[in-house]
């Protein structure tokens, strides 16, 4: 045996060093088909929809409504129906984050890094792994995230999964791990030392496990209330069953790329059509015409027509390139090679690069449509440009056309990573 196997049969013999996250207060409900996942998404955008300009003027974390959502049933849509879950398409998951997104843009970040870590677990997870964390998602269980890190330029990982003769163990700091303050459990992404060179794995930190340290220090004007705040893990000792395979998903062609990033592209369309939402009632109840243009409503206002045209337009054209990126995933997902992971992560990216756009665009034509009272503190307004803004630099859209462009071109395949 070697020291690590060692490791794994000294940690599980040793079960009560290992505590496991907390469960869900209660079991949530399951859903079990599409057309349930969206009518709850529906309704739960509804009360979301609430009490968004007060979390987000006031700072405050949406506990209560993260418990909701888990309870619906939704954290666990994307779970094979061989385990349990609903399995909904790609398509089926962006309408259900655009539903939330455009109730309330920081509530439709918190599940994003939730479903992504499904996805790595479905395409490089073990069978014990895939039923173990499975059944607790479906529980109720959320997961978070731990993967970016700051202040390097390198885009070497600092965390590191630490195999010691007695024990395994994370140690590191991670920066805007959206969701990890809400999670049971912090998908946490390191490095380790493998006998062929350093490789990167996926962690499933316990919530609650000894050094395990989250700070609620995220300060950015846009997303205020995603839980994004740092996380610090001080030698925490971990169960080799809740390591999974990252890397070698990327030596690969798989989906986890353009899966995580058609998330991203649904949230930002979403948010958009949340801001042209606030526009259309706003415009037509409180906006004045220009005297120019001889009408007596502002929404006769030719030229404001045409500029909400344009809004409308590029909003419904982004939605039908997600749903067409959505159709080249789901083959993907089923058929994964390098032609199929290509193309469905150039239609993500056409996706993701009109998405920023038009959620952009939405944002800025609210105030230049329905004029100075729209800028009133109270109203909340602001809050669909800043969350689209903030999370629009998920990822430079420029480098989605130079992909899209280089594909066309000269038949250059993306890098699978697709940015995460």
Same mark, same amino acid.
């Given at each position: 045996?070697?020291?690590?196997?060692?490791?794994?049969?000294?940690?599980?013999?040793?079960?009560?060093?290992?505590?496991?996250? &907390?469960?869900? /207060?209660?079991?949530?409900?399951?859903?079990?088909?599409?057309?349930?996942?969206?009518?709850?998404?529906? =309704?739960?955008?509804?009360?979301?929809?609430?009490?968004?300009?007060?979390?987000?003027?006031?700072?405050?974390? &949406?506990?209560?409504?993260?418990?909701?959502?888990?309870?619906?049933?939704?954290?666990?849509?994307?779970?094979?129906?061989?385990?349990?879950? +609903?399995?909904?398409?790609?398509?089926?998951?962006? @309408?259900?984050?655009?539903?939330?997104?455009?109730?309330?843009?920081?509530?439709?970040?918190?599940?994003?890094?939730?479903?992504?870590?499904?996805?790595?677990?479905?395409?490089?997870?073990?069978?014990?792994?895939?039923?173990?964390?499975?059944?607790?998602?479906?529980?109720?269980?959320?997961?978070?995230?731990?993967?970016?890190?700051?202040?390097?330029?390198?885009?070497?990982?600092?965390?590191?999964?630490?195999?010691?003769?007695?024990?395994?163990?994370?140690?590191?700091?991670?920066?805007?791990?959206?969701?990890?303050?809400?999670?049971?459990?912090?998908?946490?992404?390191?490095?380790?030392?493998?006998?062929?060179?350093?490789?990167?794995? $996926?962690?499933?930190?316990?919530?609650?496990?000894?050094?395990?340290?989250?700070?609620?220090?995220?300060?950015?004007?846009?997303?205020?209330?995603?839980?994004?705040?740092?996380?610090?893990?001080?030698?925490?000792?971990?169960?080799? %069953?809740?390591?999974?395979?990252?890397?070698?998903?990327?030596?690969?062609?798989?989906?986890?790329?353009?899966?995580?990033?058609?998330?991203? %592209?649904?949230?930002?369309?979403?948010?958009?059509?949340?801001?042209? /939402?606030?526009?259309?009632?706003?415009?037509?109840?409180?906006?004045?015409?220009?005297?120019?243009?001889?009408?007596?409503?502002?929404?006769?206002?030719? $030229?404001?027509?045409?500029?909400?045209?344009?809004?409308?337009? =590029?909003?419904? %054209?982004?939605? !039908?390139?997600?749903?067409?990126?959505?159709?080249?995933?789901? /083959? %993907? @997902? @089923?058929?994964?090679?390098?032609?199929?992971?290509?193309?469905?992560?150039?239609?993500?990216?056409?996706?993701? /690069?009109?998405?920023?756009? +038009?959620?952009?665009?939405?944002?800025?034509?609210?105030?230049?449509?329905?004029?100075?009272?729209?800028?009133?503190?109270?109203?909340?307004?602001?809050?669909?440009?800043?969350? !689209?803004?903030?999370?629009?630099?998920?990822?430079?859209?420029?480098?989605?056309?130079?992909?899209?462009?280089?594909? +066309?071109?000269?038949?250059?395949? &993306? &890098?699978?990573?697709?940015?995460?």
């Amino acid at each position: 045996m070697t020291r690590y196997d060692d490791a794994a049969a000294l940690l599980e013999n040793d079960e009560a060093a290992l505590p496991l996250a &907390p469960r869900a /207060a209660q079991p949530a409900a399951v859903i079990r088909d599409e057309h349930e996942a969206l009518q709850v998404a529906r =309704r739960l955008a509804d009360e979301l929809a609430v009490g968004a300009v007060r979390r987000d003027r006031d700072r405050i974390l &949406p506990w209560r409504e993260v418990e909701a959502f888990s309870q619906s049933g939704l954290w666990g849509i994307t779970i094979p129906k061989a385990y349990g879950g +609903a399995e909904v398409s790609a398509g089926v998951l962006a @309408q259900v984050v655009a539903t939330i997104a455009a109730a309330d843009g920081n509530f439709g970040h918190i599940p994003q890094n939730h479903f992504y870590s499904l996805e790595v677990l479905r395409v490089g997870g073990s069978e014990e792994q895939k039923a173990f964390f499975y059944d607790r998602v479906l529980r109720g269980e959320r997961l978070g995230n731990a993967l970016a890190e700051i202040g390097h330029k390198d885009f070497k990982r600092r965390t590191h999964l630490l195999r010691e003769p007695d024990g395994w163990y994370v140690e590191g700091s991670k920066f805007y791990c959206t969701g990890a303050i809400f999670a049971h459990w912090i998908p946490t992404l390191v490095s380790a030392q493998d006998p062929d060179g350093e490789r990167q794995y $996926l962690v499933f930190v316990p919530r609650e496990a000894d050094g395990v340290e989250i700070t609620d220090d995220w300060d950015g004007f846009g997303q205020r209330v995603t839980g994004s705040g740092s996380v610090r893990f001080r030698r925490v000792r971990v169960d080799p %069953a809740w390591v999974v395979p990252f890397q070698t998903s990327f030596d690969r062609p798989t989906t986890i790329g353009p899966f995580a990033q058609i998330i991203h %592209a649904a949230l930002d369309a979403g948010i958009g059509h949340g801001a042209l /939402a606030a526009t259309l009632p706003f415009v037509r109840e409180h906006a004045r015409p220009w005297i120019d243009a001889g009408v007596e409503r502002a929404s006769d206002d030719p $030229l404001l027509l045409e500029q909400l045209g344009n809004v409308h337009l =590029r909003l419904r %054209a982004a939605d !039908a390139l997600i749903a067409r990126a959505a159709r080249l995933v789901d /083959a %993907a @997902q @089923q058929a994964p090679d390098e032609e199929s992971v290509a193309q469905a992560s150039i239609a993500v990216a056409q996706a993701k /690069a009109l998405s920023t756009s +038009a959620s952009l665009l939405a944002g800025n034509k609210l105030f230049e449509l329905s004029g100075t009272g729209a800028t009133l503190d109270g109203l909340g307004l602001d809050r669909f440009w800043r969350n !689209a803004r903030v999370h629009t630099l998920h990822d430079p859209v420029r480098w989605k056309y130079h992909a899209i462009g280089n594909y +066309a071109l000269n038949g250059v395949r &993306p &890098p699978r990573h697709g940015a995460l």
